[in-house]
């Protein structure tokens, strides 16, 4: 079982910046990748950003120039820097870990969402 905590969420005003965090912790052989998706309202859940174990990140179309994708492996930690936001960024964001147990088996576990909103 893995558990995933994040952190980071928030109000933040339109062109200012945020921090997501993403701790993965449990009992895993290896992660695969780590990677951050949203839901805006009304929206269904689409990809911001991953990092796959071969250090490839791959970004929305909406997200890249301006989103950033980073992992700290000793930490099993993965971020997303958010800046120039806008008001179409608000959504839960969620962490997404894909990990291999030690059977080899790949397993998909989900965070519990942490708000963003961006207003004046």
């Known amino acids: 079982q893995v558990q995933l905590v994040e952190s980071g969420g928030g109000l933040v005003q339109p062109g200012g910046s945020l921090r997501l965090s993403c701790v993965a912790s449990g009992n895993f052989f290896s992660i695969e990748s780590m990677g951050w998706y949203r839901q805006g309202p009304g929206k269904e859940r689409e990809l911001v950003g991953r990092?796959?174990?071969?250090?490839?990140?791959y970004y929305s179309d909406s997200a890249k120039g301006r989103f950033a994708v980073s992992t700290d492996d000793a930490k099993n930690t993965v971020y997303l820097q958010m800046n120039f936001v806008k008001p179409e960024d608000t959504a839960v964001y969620y962490c997404?870990?894909?990990?291999?147990?030690?059977?080899?088996?790949?397993?998909?576990?989900w965070g519990q969402g942490t708000p963003v909103t961006v207003s004046s």
């Open positions: 990092s796959t174990s071969s250090s490839t990140i």
């Open positions: 997404n870990v894909k990990v291999r147990d030690h059977n080899w088996v790949e397993r998909d576990y």
